[in-house]
């Protein structure tokens, strides 16, 4: 009973660093999201996917890219970290039908 | 464009309290309704859902009715225990590709023996 899977839990990054947040679900869904969380402001959509090989923009890309090359994987990329991408960060996949969400436990990222 | 309004909290409650927790929307079109939970240390995770106005959504004991026309999906339960505190956020889905949720800011609930 898998269901998301995130890693890294925690991280510290120094300005300017690169990392990748790892994304994996296999519950077979068509659609995934990367969502940030920051206190008091909800969660806003990054990016998002409805299909592998299909990504578009959300809300708040900029500083952010990603891939889906397979259905299970959604990887989220983050090239000159910045201290404004210190977050909580959420992945997410979808059913087409109900329109429910499953999240992944939060990735904890934080940029000194 | 779409958002959602919450209340703030901490809402702090005694064990066996009736919780109210208030949520507006605004909307282009006619959304779909959620409440999603996050216990701590945990992801988000869906409690309950509406799809149409009038409609109940109801879950562990918890219920929110979407009002069309007040534009409201309050969450209530008659009886709150200290297992039921955690964050509460409402979100909404307008009909798009991808099933996009927008979220409120949440409201953390503290239940008290």
């Known amino acids: 009973n898998a269901g998301v899977t995130q890693t890294p839990k925690f991280r510290i990054l120094k300005i300017g660093q690169s990392m990748t947040l790892q994304c994996t679900q296999d519950?077979?869904?068509?659609?995934m999201y990367w969502y940030r969380q920051d206190p008091g402001m909800g969660l806003k959509l990054i990016y998002y996917?409805?299909?592998?090989?299909?990504?578009d923009k959300g809300e708040v890309p900029n500083g952010y890219n990603v891939s889906r090359s397979t259905t299970e994987d959604f990887p989220l990329r983050l090239e000159l970290a910045a201290p404004s991408q210190t977050s909580v960060y959420f992945c997410?996949?979808?059913?087409?039908?109900?329109?429910?969400?499953?999240f992944g436990e939060g990735s904890r990222l934080t940029v000194l | 464009g779409n958002s959602v309004t919450q209340m703030e909290g901490p809402v702090t409650l005694s064990e066996e309290a009736f919780l109210t927790i208030n949520c507006t929307y605004t909307?282009?079109?006619?959304?779909?309704l959620f409440w999603y939970v996050q216990y701590p240390g945990e992801g988000l995770q869906l409690l309950l859902k509406?799809?149409?106005?009038?409609d109940k959504g109801s879950n562990k004991g918890f219920e929110a009715t979407y009002r069309k026309e007040t534009t409201s999906f309050h969450l209530e339960k008659g009886s709150v225990q200290v297992s039921d505190s955690a964050v509460y956020f409402c979100?909404?889905?307008?009909?798009?590709?991808?099933?996009?949720?927008?979220f409120g800011g949440g409201t953390r609930l503290m239940v008290k023996p």
């Open positions: 997410a996949s979808g059913e087409e039908v109900t329109g429910e969400l499953f």
């Open positions: 519950m077979n869904h068509n659609y």
């Open positions: 996917s409805v299909g592998a090989g299909i990504t």
């Open positions: 909307a282009t079109g006619y959304p779909s």
């Open positions: 509406a799809t149409k106005a009038d």
């Open positions: 979100a909404l889905s307008v009909n798009n590709a991808g099933n996009m949720l927008t």
